[in-house]
């Protein structure tokens, strides 16, 4: 059976919509996503690294403990946020396998919200802070392998 042209033209149509170009509006929201990532991963590396310091005791400011802890908590709850479909590409170290497995990917979110929310209580009551920290660091770790290039 022959399809009237008519059909033809509203698949065509049907199909464009479905995946229009970028505008600059949508390419510049990309570009500030990925900005925003940035920025907020050096917030989540800064304040892991300040708890390292105070646990080596470079510092005797063991009173900040939960200041940081509270603020990776807090950074670990917004993750999910930070990886909008279309944010990748070539100017960033997310790699294409962040979106195309999502399942998975959740998975290291969620590990990550549960190790930080774990040290900013270990912090709370005065628990055993080696192993708390361990983990969280253990969570970046299992993310970056496998979903930010090297
Ligand atoms: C669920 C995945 C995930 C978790 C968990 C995660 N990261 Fe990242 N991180 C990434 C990805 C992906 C990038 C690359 C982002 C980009 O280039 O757009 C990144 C980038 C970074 C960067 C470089 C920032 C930049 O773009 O220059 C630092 C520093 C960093 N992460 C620290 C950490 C630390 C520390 C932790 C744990 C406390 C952590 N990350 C947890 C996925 C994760």
Request: aromatic share 4%.
């Amino acid at each position: 059976m022959r399809m009237p042209n008519s059909s033809l033209a509203c698949i065509a149509l049907l199909t464009f919509l479905a995946s229009p170009p970028l505008t600059a509006d949508e390419a510049a929201n990309h570009e500030g996503a990925a900005k925003y990532r940035h920025h907020t991963m050096h917030a989540i590396g800064g304040h892991m690294q300040a708890i390292a310091d105070i646990l080596r005791r470079h510092v005797p400011h063991t009173d900040h403990l939960p200041i940081h802890a509270g603020a990776l908590a807090a950074l670990a709850e917004i993750t999910p946020t930070l990886f909008p479909p279309g944010s990748g590409g070539p100017n960033t170290e997310a790699l294409p396998a962040i979106w195309e497995n999502p399942e998975d990917f959740a998975k290291r979110v969620s590990a990550f919200r549960e190790a930080a929310a774990n040290l900013n209580d270990v912090v709370g009551v005065g628990g055993a802070l080696g192993p708390a920290v361990k983990r969280v660091g253990q969570a970046c770790k299992g993310c970056h392998d496998d979903y930010r290039a090297e």
